[in-house]
């Protein structure tokens, strides 16, 4: 972004990554990662977010909520 702003080509590009949390059944998640394409695109090889998970939904119950109200909006992540 401060390359875009002082008129340079930018260093990084955005490949359209995005993670959306579905609730399957209480207590259970499946998390979909994706990227502009639609293709997979999972973070953590040794993580399979493509079945039902428990620990899936403790971090979309707990730990989002506070990631992003104590990490987001204070600009620290």
């Not at 490949?15 to 997979?40: H, I, N, Q, W």
């Not at 119950?61 to 600009?75: I, K, N, S, T």
């Amino acid at each position: 972004m401060l390359a875009a702003l002082q008129g340079r080509e930018p260093l990084a590009r955005y490949d359209g990554y995005a993670a959306c949390p579905f609730t399957t059944a209480r207590g259970k998640m499946v998390l979909a990662e994706f990227d502009y394409s639609l293709a997979p695109h999972p973070t953590l090889p040794f993580f399979d977010t493509q079945r039902e998970r428990y620990d899936v939904w403790l971090l979309k119950r707990y730990g989002l909520p506070a990631f992003y109200w104590q990490v987001m909006l204070r600009g620290l992540g």
